[in-house]
């Protein structure tokens, strides 16, 4: 009950305009794992540096403020990582730039994050004595160019590119990591006579995460989780055996048969089957029953994956070890399960099965023509048109593109979130309000946004987190989404956001 008053509350305060907790907080050294920057590390120890060329430009609608913005390598200075962006106002005025990339709703360049595909990690903006190391409150005027830079730490030496991550602007991909002395701005000040001051490096610690990839193939009982870790399959129990059994169903052969392709195309290694019950009846006796099902199943396993090639350790976790808190029979469900565990990158081999959707209340529209919604509350009218969708080593990268089509400007606010109790039943008043309500289908699978886990019990969407700053009238603002990657060879993916949006024939390129 407490939980749900809580849950009433943030939601009261984020409608009305409110002010709610930050987003953001500062990072724990001790928990996030990257060594904090070298002392007295300064983007000035060098003196002024000329802004390296840009490796990627692109034009960018922020919020009605049109931008022309040039990502330059990412340069490495001692321990840290540098991200500048060459930005230029090209609309009429001046623009408080940063305040529309922010992360934690200021005037602060904090909302960039770094994406290490092949290392399946998210690097977020570094913070020094409670604040972030990053360009804040800077004005351009029209046709002035400024550089918005934030550091990062924690980056191996052995990483030479990463993913750019921001706000309106998109993914910029596989930008190079380069020594160097990092581009200081320019001296004299903006039009409010505020001087940009050059990033102090100095004790500047980032939080980096692993990211994790979910999807649930609903034709056979199959929930595949991977992460830098390694891959967890979890077979439904209850398409496994029958209540309080150990003895295989008919129906388990297909859910056997296609956790068998996935693991034979990770290829031979180490198999750990456990099994693991809800919290129904004895401790003992649930102990007993998640010993004898994982034995069922690595036994019926052994068949296709033979001990010479998958060598497996079977374990027994009885209810110790919920997916989910168990509050109700669905939870108790999804903790009914055997998990086969192996390391992979958790894309399935097999092509998806050509399935009919499930139904939806929702606009329906295909890629090519978008679709158009008019968003409750008068809060205007909207068109979702499908950007690039790009396969990124085991992720799919895919932007959404908002447009307001109407006479008045638009907010998407809570159009595209998740409940404030998330998939992973996690409390989270700010899930409602991005883009984490977003999910792929192909065929009968279901793949939801990647995650990480920022603190304990604190996961977050790898996707734009608050969608709470109107659109004006004629402009768009792109949303980043990232996937579990589909199996090769896909051609096109489905968008959906359950009875209120759907966009089929996505196309991959």
Same mark, same amino acid.
């Given at each position: 009950?407490m939980r749900?008053?809580l849950?009433?509350?943030?939601?009261?305060?984020?409608?009305?305009?409110?002010?709610?907790? &930050?987003p953001?907080? &500062?990072p724990?050294?001790a928990s996030?794992?990257?060594?904090?920057?070298?002392?007295g %590390?300064?983007?000035?120890s060098?003196?002024p540096?000329?802004a390296?060329?840009?490796?990627?430009t692109?034009?960018v609608? *922020?919020?009605?403020?049109?931008l022309?913005?040039?990502?330059?390598?990412l340069?490495r200075?001692?321990?840290v990582?540098?991200?500048s962006i060459?930005?230029?106002l090209?609309?009429?005025?001046?623009?408080?730039?940063g305040?529309?990339?922010?992360?934690s709703?200021t005037? &602060?360049?904090d909302?960039? +994050?770094l994406?290490?595909?092949?290392?399946?990690?998210?690097?977020?903006t570094a913070?020094?004595?409670g604040?972030?190391?990053?360009?804040?409150?800077? $004005?351009i005027?029209r046709g002035?160019?400024r550089p918005?830079?934030?550091?990062f730490?924690?980056?191996?030496a052995?990483?030479?590119?990463l993913?750019?991550?921001?706000?309106?602007a998109?993914?910029?991909?596989?930008v190079?990591?380069?020594?160097?002395? @990092?581009?200081?701005?320019?001296?004299?000040?903006d &039009?409010?006579?505020r001087?940009?001051?050059?990033?102090? /490096?100095?004790?500047?610690?980032?939080?980096?995460?692993?990211?994790d990839a979910?999807?649930? +193939?609903?034709?056979?009982g199959? +929930?595949?989780r991977?992460?830098a870790?390694g891959?967890d399959?979890?077979?439904? #129990?209850?398409?496994?055996?029958k209540l309080d059994?150990?003895?295989l169903?008919?129906?388990?052969?297909? #859910?056997?048969?296609?956790?068998?392709?996935? =693991?034979k195309?990770?290829?031979?290694?180490p198999?750990?089957v456990?099994g693991h019950?809800?919290?129904s009846?004895?401790? *003992?006796?649930?102990?007993?029953?998640?010993?004898q099902?994982?034995e069922a199943?690595a036994?019926?396993?052994?068949g296709?994956?033979?001990?010479?090639t998958w060598?497996k350790?079977v374990?027994?976790?009885?209810? #110790?070890q919920? *997916?989910?808190?168990?509050?109700d029979? *669905?939870? $108790?469900? $999804?903790?009914?399960?055997?998990?086969?565990s192996?390391?992979?990158?958790?894309r399935?081999? %097999?092509?998806?099965a050509?399935?009919?959707?499930?139904?939806?209340?929702?606009? =329906?529209g295909?890629?090519?023509?978008?679709v158009e919604?008019?968003?409750p509350l008068?809060?205007?009218?909207?068109?979702?048109t499908?950007g690039?969708a +790009? /396969?990124s080593?085991?992720?799919?990268?895919?932007d959404?593109?908002?447009?307001?089509?109407g006479?008045?400007k %638009?907010?998407?606010?809570?159009f595209?979130g998740q409940?404030?109790?998330?998939?992973?039943?996690?409390?989270?008043?700010?899930?409602?309000?991005?883009?984490?309500?977003i999910r792929?289908?192909d065929?009968?699978?279901?793949s939801y946004?990647?995650?990480?886990e920022?603190?304990?019990g604190?996961? $977050?969407?790898?996707?734009?987190?608050?969608?709470?700053?109107?659109i004006p009238?004629?402009s768009?603002?792109?949303?980043?989404?990232?996937?579990?990657?589909?199996?090769?060879?896909t051609?096109s993916?489905?968008?959906?956001v359950p009875?209120k949006?759907r966009?089929?024939? @996505?196309?991959?390129s």
């Amino acid at each position: 009950m407490m939980r749900r008053l809580l849950a009433a509350l943030a939601a009261g305060l984020l409608l009305c305009g409110c002010s709610a907790p &930050s987003p953001s907080s &500062s990072p724990d050294p001790a928990s996030s794992g990257p060594a904090p920057a070298a002392a007295g %590390a300064s983007s000035s120890s060098s003196g002024p540096s000329l802004a390296p060329v840009p490796i990627e430009t692109r034009r960018v609608d *922020a919020g009605g403020d049109v931008l022309t913005m040039g990502v330059g390598p990412l340069i490495r200075s001692g321990d840290v990582v540098v991200l500048s962006i060459a930005t230029t106002l090209e609309s009429a005025g001046s623009a408080q730039v940063g305040r529309q990339f922010s992360a934690s709703q200021t005037t &602060s360049f904090d909302g960039a +994050r770094l994406v290490d595909t092949a290392g399946r990690r998210v690097y977020l903006t570094a913070e020094a004595g409670g604040n972030c190391v990053c360009t804040t409150r800077v $004005r351009i005027d029209r046709g002035e160019t400024r550089p918005l830079q934030a550091a990062f730490s924690g980056v191996p030496a052995t990483v030479t590119s990463l993913s750019v991550m921001l706000p309106y602007a998109g993914v910029f991909a596989d930008v190079p990591i380069v020594a160097g002395p @990092v581009p200081a701005p320019p001296t004299g000040p903006d &039009s409010l006579g505020r001087t940009q001051e050059p990033l102090d /490096l100095t004790g500047a610690v980032s939080v980096s995460a692993a990211l994790d990839a979910y999807s649930d +193939r609903s034709d056979v009982g199959l +929930r595949t989780r991977s992460g830098a870790d390694g891959v967890d399959l979890n077979l439904d #129990t209850d398409v496994l055996f029958k209540l309080d059994s150990s003895q295989l169903t008919a129906q388990a052969g297909k #859910t056997i048969a296609a956790a068998v392709a996935d =693991v034979k195309a990770a290829g031979a290694g180490p198999l750990t089957v456990t099994g693991h019950t809800d919290d129904s009846g004895s401790t *003992a006796h649930n102990q007993t029953l998640s010993k004898q099902r994982a034995e069922a199943v690595a036994t019926a396993i052994t068949g296709p994956l033979p001990d010479a090639t998958w060598p497996k350790t079977v374990a027994a976790k009885g209810e #110790t070890q919920p *997916a989910v808190p168990n509050t109700d029979a *669905a939870s $108790r469900a $999804r903790n009914r399960r055997v998990t086969i565990s192996f390391q992979g990158d958790g894309r399935s081999a %097999a092509q998806r099965a050509k399935t009919t959707l499930p139904k939806t209340t929702g606009a =329906v529209g295909k890629a090519a023509a978008g679709v158009e919604v008019s968003l409750p509350l008068h809060r205007g009218t909207i068109r979702f048109t499908p950007g690039r969708a +790009r /396969l990124s080593g085991p992720f799919l990268q895919l932007d959404l593109i908002a447009t307001t089509v109407g006479p008045d400007k %638009a907010t998407i606010h809570d159009f595209l979130g998740q409940g404030v109790f998330t998939a992973r039943d996690e409390f989270d008043p700010y899930a409602r309000y991005g883009a984490a309500g977003i999910r792929l289908f192909d065929g009968t699978t279901t793949s939801y946004s990647l995650d990480y886990e920022l603190h304990p019990g604190d996961h $977050r969407c790898l996707c734009d987190r608050l969608l709470s700053r109107p659109i004006p009238p004629g402009s768009s603002q792109t949303l980043s989404l990232w996937f579990p990657a589909p199996p090769p060879a896909t051609k096109s993916v489905t968008l959906d956001v359950p009875d209120k949006l759907r966009l089929t024939d @996505v196309p991959i390129s």
